[in-house]
T-cell receptor, first 111, second 113 residues
Framework: GQQLNQSPQSMFIQEGEDVSMNCTSS?????WLWYKQDPGEGPVLLIA?????ELTSNGRLTAQFGITRKDSFLNISASIPSDVGIYFC???????????FGEGTQLTVNP | DTEVTQTPKHLVMGMTNKKSLKCEQH?????MYWYKQKAKKPPELMFV???????INESVPSRFSPECPNSSLLNLHLHALQPEDSALYLC????????????FGPGTRLTVT
């Protein structure tokens, strides 16, 4: 099946720093999504991207759908302690309704 | 309202028990999903219901039996589970034209003893 390579696997940053994480694939996706998951909770949808080259913001979060449709990145500006969690990228296949998830990026923010 | 609710929050069951997980959404979504998630791993798709019909079964063992009584409800019936089935079980839903924007519930933490 399709696979997403998400990096980095984990990040330890100071409050106020900017963060960048990305996902790459050998296959084309029609949709890229970014989710955040807090411990003991379900993933929360942060941003959905539908067009190659699209750049979308949601508050301090910015995500882009790569031109080749094989990659996406997520930036978080001016991190705060509540940004702590696991961030998952996900790609929507060209047909069907399956999401392929990356392995996640564990973010730790030190106050 | 983008809320998906799941009950119970936690469940401990023996290998001979029969139990059910419940999921409900009132967003008018016509696709509903069951995922299994192990610690520090991404969710793994188990089942997809589209317009109340099972459309995807990811080769899940028969000890997991899904049911969609109506467009708002999704159940997962559990029977004769194994300890390795212990995990967080997540329900999600999505609209037809935005099917990849899946909204997840908080999950049921299942422990099989």
């Amino acid at each position: 099946g399709q696979q997403l390579n998400q990096s980095p696997q984990s990040m330890f940053i100071q409050e106020g720093e900017d963060v960048s994480m990305n996902c790459t694939s050998s296959s084309i996706f029609n949709t890229w999504l970014w989710y955040k998951q807090d411990p003991g909770e379900g993933p929360v949808l942060l941003i959905a991207l539908y067009k190659a080259g699209e750049l979308t913001s949601n508050g301090r979060l910015t995500a882009q759908f790569g031109i080749t449709r094989k990659d996406s990145f997520l930036n978080i500006s001016a991190s705060i302690p509540s940004d702590v969690g696991i961030y998952f990228c996900a790609g929507g296949e060209t047909s069907g309704s399956r999401l392929t998830f990356g392995e996640g990026t564990q973010l730790t923010v030190n106050p | 309202d983008t809320e998906v609710t799941q009950t119970p929050k936690h469940l401990v069951m023996g290998m001979t028990n029969k139990k059910s997980l419940k999921c409900e959404q009132h967003m008018g979504h016509r696709a509903m999903y069951w995922y299994k998630q192990k610690a520090k791993k991404p969710p793994e798709l188990m089942f997809v219901y589209s317009y109340e019909k099972l459309s995807i079964n990811e080769s899940v063992p028969s000890r997991f039996s899904p049911e969609c009584p109506n467009s708002s409800l999704l159940n997962l019936h559990l029977h004769a589970l194994q300890p390795e089935d212990s995990a967080l079980y997540l329900c999600a839903s999505s609209q037809g034209d935005r099917k990849y924007e899946q909204y997840f519930g908080p999950g049921t933490r299942l422990t099989v003893t």
